[in-house]
């Protein structure tokens, strides 16, 4: 759950996420998240065509990491 704007969003419990959707969970410029992609950082998407997705549990699963890295 993400508070701004006085918008709430919250991440799927499962499914797909494009990359636009992903950035508002984490906080980085899509350029930062594509090179954490690349450096194994940040999941590697599913890919479909032209269409390029993550799973809502990668992310969270993601998000989860960080925040005990940050806590540790």
């Not at 759950?1 to 899509?30: W, Y």
């Not at 194994?40 to 390029?52: D, E, L, V």
Request: net charge positive; hydrophobic share 40%; charged share 25%.
């Amino acid at each position: 759950m993400i508070k701004g704007n006085a918008e709430r969003i919250d991440l799927l419990e499962n499914g797909l996420l494009r990359l636009k959707q992903v950035l508002l969970f984490i906080p980085v410029s899509r350029s930062t998240f594509w090179n954490g992609v690349k450096s194994g950082r940040f999941p590697k998407p599913i890919k479909n065509g032209r269409c390029t997705f993550w799973t809502a549990e990668s992310i969270r699963t993601l998000i989860e990491t960080m925040a005990a890295e940050r806590s540790s």
